[in-house]
């Protein structure tokens, strides 16, 4: 079927188009995962909860209440059984996702700021952490007990996630920096950037953990080749110099880089030729956050305070 | 993995205890293929396996019938399956992922080693008894074949190689040990008379024999993972290290041909002439001055360290060789004997356990890399000249400004494709591989109230530099003056994590930092934290430790 290898034409490219909006949030939604295996969808907002959907039908299958402060980020297992919420209220709280009443298992207490950023590690049994307290927490994940506190940074640590093996942690934040650490020590390995600007506003790496794609607060996002240390490919053309957009790679159907930006769109840049080849529009703020299916061409994106909203974008197959 | 970035001036081996685990009293362990469990077997006849990331514990085996010591442990290839051999004679094959047993057969004799089939899903296993001749015992019927312990030719004392029972008449054995090739074809047994024995467990004869000089006892036969080296324990107070000549699969027709070739030589010349041809001595280690005897010794996961332990009692001391057969290291722990030993399949980790029944984890020790936070500064070993060009100092504004990437940006990139993991190459994909048993969280119980765990917090911890920087001023400064000392007890029996020492940039830079609040990113702090290791539900409350609610 599709595939990209130089030689062969590659199929046209067939646009994504909107599907539905999900609309239940009362406040800015901060972010949108999908599960590992792709069943379901959590959205987590400034409303202080996090929302499970089915990604079959996108009925609202929980809406997860506890927080008292805001909801930053959220993160899946990868049995995707359990739920890791990132809060304003310093906390980070595991939720059983099967469970009928979505009840909350854990609550993870150490960091002294707001917490902005979570992710579990490929055996989900440790939860890595990044908050406004400049530090990345590693928890393990059965007793809720911190394993390790690493400060990090001397910002706001923006975005934490793990590499395919679990072995390495990258971290971004807003002192310009981004930094990989072995997980197992907490000791820091690389230093990827180290400019004091611009900000870094969200780092994570390539499905074969051998490239990191980083975004910054100068409309930039770059993928680093991070055992050399030098960056790679560049892609441009959105926006954002004030928020953590997330992005997220695009692998079901060609390689794409998928981000939100500021101008309230959607945009996918081809992998390798690093052209611009969509912009979903259709929010009306701008889009923080923005999810692939594992199996399916779906992105599904989130948008802030003026829009509220969660929107699922789907692509046609080819015949 | 991580390899590409990983520091590769620091040694192989580990040098200082970075953690204890306790639970219980624990007697033998033995990593999963990957390392990432450890099964422990307890004096109460249960087996626990620890997840060895979080340093946390993944699972508990207990059976009800069984509440005497675990003699040995032993772990299927692909980790689905455990083999817990115990003093009331028993051996349980455990299903890992679910908790259950799956068979339990009983024997004549307790066995002091249980080792299962290297195949993927074995049925059969080797049992070393306490003291007869050790046996294969297909553990889904019960049945057990003796195998032989001497030349049958050499009369005397043989084990009947038959299935009957062990006759009381015979001479009885002192314990024999034995292991099975990399890929179970060929059991080495190493006897009482200081003879290695090639043997063909299917058809219950001896193929071969290497006799060992000075003919004492051997205490232990094991082999390195890759299959290429064997290393015997004698009584005479020395460890070998032979090298295998055979090859990895296809042992016995090479053995067959081998045969052939020996021509005009019978009984045992004949299987010590075979036996020239597939092992030669490679090396011997013993301690000349102290002449220790060795307890567990076995191979480093790539095969190029060999560490033993010394069988003093009052001694934890683990004696690090390389292949070569230097001495590289000699490392000591607290007052205690030495009763397992166990070095991680790829980490330069080796765990001990103690004869209290703790179980002592090894590692590097971690020094500070400080062009890990600058990328483009690399860390020399000493002082290097450096030769400038002849223009380098001259004035030409224009190139100053070379920062622009010299990388090809039209390259190809290849998120998806994963190396193979070049370290386990004889994983064949048939079948998939227990790696880490899944974490659930375990619930919380409700709430104590804040008050109460801060105060709990500000009593157990004087110096908790897990807190972050930003609140107090010096956490870091105080704890790293502590870099002498690597272990610190606590009060309370608590697991303690040993300080990392810093470079000497570090000592610095703390000493300046100290008065400034910290803001930059290359401090360290220590990891002296306070954890409750059991995984019972009341430790959770004891979380708080690392809590500082500060709101100022």
Known sequence: MANM?????????????????????????????????????????????????SSANFALLHRLVGHSEGVSDVAWSYDSHYICSASDDRTLRIWDALSPTGECVKTLRGHSNFVFCVNFNPQSNLIVSGSFDETIRIWEVKTGRCLHSIPAHALP???????????????????????????????????????????????????????????????????????TG???????????????????????NGKYIVSGSEDHCVYLWDIQGKNMVQKLEGHSDTVISVTCHPNVNMIASASLDGDRTVRIWVQDAHD | MNAPIIDPLQGDFPEVIEEYLEHGVMKC????????????????????????????????????DCIVAITSVCWSKYGHRILVSAADRSLTLWDVMKGEKISRTTLQQTPLQA???????????????????????????????????????????????????????????????????????????????????????????????????????IKNIVFSRNGQYLLTNSNDRTIRIYENLLPLKDGLKTLDNINETVDGLDGVEKLKAVGSKCLTLFRE????????????????????????????????????????????????????????????????????VSLTGLIYIWAKDYTENWSAFAPD?????????????????????ETEKVKESDVNEDDEVDIVTVDK???????????????????????????????????????????????????????????????????????????????????EKGLELQAEKVRKPLKSSGSRSSKLKNKSVVDHDTGNGLYGDDVSDDDN
Not at chain 1, 235 to 245: F, M, T
């Open chain 1, 157 to 227: 640590v923006t975005s934490v996630s793990f590499n395919r093996d679990g072995s390495l942690i990258v971290s971004g934040s807003h002192d310009g920096t981004c930094k990989i650490w072995d997980a197992a020590s907490g000791t820091c390995l690389k230093t990827l950037i180290e400019d004091k600007v611009p900000a870094v506003s969200f780092a994570k790496f390539s499905p074969n953990g051998k490239f990191i794609l980083v975004a910054t607060l100068n409309d930039t996002l770059k993928l680093w080749n991070y055992s």
């Open chain 1, 5 to 53: 290898s130089s030689g062969s034409q590659p199929p046209p490219y067939e646009p994504y188009r909107h599907l539905k909006t999900l609309n239940a949030h009362e406040r800015a939604v901060s972010c949108v995962k999908f599960s590992i295996d792709g069943t379901l969808l959590a959205s987590a907002s400034l409303d202080k909860t996090v929302i499970i959907w």
């Open chain 2, 115 to 217: 080792r299962l089939h290297p195949g993927s899903t074995p049925s059969l296993c080797l049992a070393c008894p306490l003291s007869s001749a050790p046996m294969i015992v297909d553990l889904n019927t019960g049945s057990t074949t003796v195998l032989p312990v001497s030349d049958p030719d050499t009369g005397n004392g043989a084990a009947p190689p038959s299935r009957n029972k062990f006759s009381d008449g015979s001479l009885p054995f002192t314990p024999t040990a034995a292991c099975f090739n990399k890929y179970g074809d060929i059991v080495y047994v190493g006897n009482s008379k200081g003879e290695i024995l090639v043997v063909d467990y299917k058809s219950i004869q001896v193929r071969a024999m290497v006799p060992i000089s000075g003919a004492t006892v």
């Open chain 2, 285 to 352: 280690f013993q301690d000349s001055i102290t002449k220790v005897h060795w307890k567990a010794p076995c191979f480093s996961g790539d095969g190029e360290w060999v560490i033993g332990g010394s069988a003093s009692k009052g001694e934890h001391k683990i004696y690090i060789w390389d292949r070569a057969g230097h001495l590289v290291k000699i490392l000591e722990g607290p007052k205690e004997a030495l009763i397992d030993l166990a070095w991680h399949p790829v980490h330069p980790i080796v765990v001990s």
């Open chain 1, 230 to 252: 030098k960056f790679l490919k560049s892609y441009i053309g959105h926006v954002n110099r004030v928020y953590c957009v997330t992005s997220t790679f695009s692998v079901t």
């Open chain 2, 29 to 64: 362990i033995a990593f999963n293929r990957r390392g990432t469990l450890l099964a422990a077997g307890c004096s109460d006849g249960s087996c626990i396996i620890w997840d060895f990331e979080t340093r946390g514990i993944a699972k508990e085996l207990r059976d009800k």
């Open chain 2, 421 to 503: 993991d070049s370290a386990f190459s004889d994983s064949d994909m048939s079948e998939e591989e227990l790696c880490f048993l899944p974490a659930i969280p375990s619930p919380d119980i409700p709430e104590a109230p804040e008050k109460c765990m801060e105060s709990l917090s500000k009593l157990v911890e004087s110096n908790n530099s897990g807190s972050p920087l930003s609140e107090e001023g010096e956490p870091n400064g105080r704890a790293m003056n502590h870099a002498s000392s690597p272990l610190e007890e606590d009060a309370g029996g608590t697991r303690v994590k040993r300080k990392r020492k810093p470079s």
């Open chain 2, 377 to 397: 500064f690399k860390e020399l070993e000493e002082n290097e000249e450096y030769v400038e060009r002849e223009d380098e100092f001259d004035l030409i504004p």
